[in-house]
């Protein structure tokens, strides 16, 4: 087993992390197999205090190398060429062994095969969360610049996206009002299929928008509907084609798992969804204690464009710049903007790419002027709706109640008429 383990140093740039946990790991391979005491030439500050905990330690770095063997073995079946592990060994081979070596040092300060599996086990389970965060956070950096709208912004910063004001997180970053128009049906019937309709008007084919480089390029639009607690997005297998056409392949998605009655859209082409369609699956009472027949309220958010802000705080290009002081402008660098105040101090405005300057060396300026165009040509906009989830019981019983509203007045009028001839024919 001890062959397994070259030197203490190759193991230190191996296993970092491993030999943080670890007292120290002091145990050196040696062509018997027999374990030797701590070297003072590798950990001599450990060398009189911990004795054979520095070996106990090494038993565990032994069956760090087990672990690695043993994958190997599963995953590859043959022999590493040029190196001194043998993929061909099963698990039970440097188990036994491990225990083997346990039994030389009596079991003094020496791990046990289950706490060195729990040790191995924990840095394994380190490693993949490392590996996990640092492959998101590169897809996420990868695709920041090529995206033009970003729903799981609010996704990711916000549990519930409709805040106790009753604004919908999207306007945090969209700053500009856009209006939306929403249309669905006045009532349904439960566990019933129905599309609502969202439409996000604008003139997608003319109007362009600054991009993350600059560059101009079309909108994208996203939508969120926010439904009452039950009533969710449309199964698939659910669907019938004449809907599934109207959608034109728009995908909408749960929120998240918490809140699946929150439904989001987007980014998507203006040109092809300037109306959305959404189908939805109303919720059974019957079925579902949670749920009662009546008047829910919907709440929609619609968008068109980029945001001007970011979540971390900082704007985007898609913003006007405004003079940081008043003065006048002594120099233009690029995007740089320079303002010399009454005072002489010089003070320098600094727009992001694809910002238009509009103006000149030599012009006054007065403090929070505009020194650029608007790029922003979208917006967001909110809307509220009503439908009410109708019982059929109900239904029926209101039909009863009018018939027999209707045969009471039919029965007083024919009343009325018969006493009336009665009083002709008496003479009255």
């Known amino acids: 087993?001890?062959?397994?383990?070259?030197?203490?140093?190759?193991?230190?740039?191996?296993?970092?992390?491993?030999?943080?946990?670890?007292?120290?790991?002091?145990?050196?391979?040696?062509?018997?197999?027999?374990?030797?005491?701590?070297?003072?030439?590798?950990?001599?500050?450990?060398?009189?205090?911990?004795?054979?905990?520095?070996?106990?330690?090494?038993?565990?770095?032994?069956?760090?190398?087990?672990?690695?063997g043993v994958r190997r073995t599963r995953k590859q079946r043959r022999s590493m060429a040029g190196t001194s592990l043998v993929g061909n060994l099963g698990e039970s081979y440097y188990r036994d062994h491990l225990v083997a070596c346990r039994a030389q040092l009596n079991g003094v300060d020496a791990p046990t095969p289950e706490e060195t599996d729990k040790h191995m086990e924990g840095i394994q389970a380190f490693a993949k969360q490392?590996?996990?965060?640092?492959?998101?956070?590169?897809?996420?950096?990868?695709?920041?610049?090529?995206?033009?709208?970003?729903?799981?912004?609010?996704?990711?910063?916000?549990?519930?996206?409709r805040e106790y004001t009753g604004k919908i997180v999207c306007a945090n970053c969209h700053l500009a009002s856009k209006p939306?128009?929403?249309?669905?049906?006045?009532?349904?019937?439960?566990?019933?299929?129905?599309?609502?309709?969202?439409?996000?008007p604008a003139k997608y084919a003319k109007r362009r928008q600054p991009l993350?480089?600059?560059?101009k390029g079309?909108?994208?639009?996203?939508?969120?509907?926010?439904?009452?607690?039950?009533?969710?997005?449309?199964?698939?297998?659910?669907l019938p084609k004449p809907l599934k056409k109207e959608m034109k392949g728009l995908a909408w998605a749960p929120y998240s798992k918490e809140y699946?009655?929150?439904?989001?859209?987007?980014?998507?082409?203006?040109?092809?969804?300037?109306?959305?369609?959404?189908?939805?699956?109303?919720?059974?009472?019957?079925?579902?204690?949670?749920?009662?027949?009546?008047?829910?309220?919907?709440?929609f958010g619609g968008n068109r464009g980029r945001g001007q802000v970011y979540p971390e705080g900082n704007q985007s290009n898609n913003n006007q710049f405004l003079?940081?002081?008043?003065?006048?402008?002594?120099?233009?660098?690029?995007?740089?903007v320079g303002i010399?105040?009454?005072?002489?101090?010089?003070?320098?405005?600094?727009?992001?790419?694809?910002?238009?300057?509009?103006?000149?060396?030599?012009?006054?300026v007065t403090k929070d002027e505009p020194i650029t165009t608007n790029p922003n040509v979208g917006g967001f906009g909110q809307e509220e709706k009503e439908c009410i989830l109708q019982d059929m019981n109900r239904v029926y019983a209101f039909c009863a109640f009018a018939f027999s509203c209707f045969i009471a007045q039919l029965s007083f009028v024919l009343k009325k008429k018969q006493f009336e001839k009665v009083q002709l024919a008496e003479g009255f």
């Open 260 to 299: 699946p009655n929150i439904v989001v859209a987007g980014p998507v082409p203006g040109e092809t969804y300037e109306k959305m369609v959404l189908p939805v699956l109303s919720p059974d009472p019957n079925t579902n204690d949670k749920v009662i027949f009546g008047k829910g309220i919907f709440y």
């Open 130 to 161: 490392a590996l996990a965060g640092a492959s998101a956070a590169m897809l996420f950096t990868s695709s920041m610049e090529a995206a033009v709208a970003y729903p799981i912004f609010a996704q990711q910063n916000y549990a519930n996206p």
């Open 180 to 200: 939306i128009e929403v249309r669905l049906p006045q009532a349904v019937l439960p566990d019933t299929i129905f599309k609502m309709e969202v439409e996000v």
């Open 340 to 364: 010399t105040t009454p005072s002489g101090e010089v003070k320098t405005q600094e727009c992001l790419t694809g910002a238009d300057i509009v103006v000149q060396v030599g012009d006054e």
């Open 323 to 336: 003079a940081s002081a008043t003065g006048t402008i002594s120099a233009i660098d690029g995007l740089k």
């Open 1 to 68: 087993v001890t062959s397994l383990l070259p030197s203490t140093v190759v193991w230190s740039k191996i296993f970092p992390s491993a030999m943080a946990l670890a007292p120290a790991f002091t145990v050196v391979s040696s062509p018997t197999g027999t374990v030797t005491q701590p070297t003072h030439q590798i950990a001599r500050p450990q060398a009189t205090q911990h004795g054979l905990s520095g070996t106990g330690a090494g038993l565990a770095a032994c069956g760090l190398a087990a672990a690695a």
């Open 212 to 215: 993350a480089d600059g560059s």
């Open 218 to 238: 079309p909108m994208n639009i996203g939508a969120i509907a926010v439904m009452p607690e039950g009533w969710k997005l449309a199964p698939k297998d659910r």
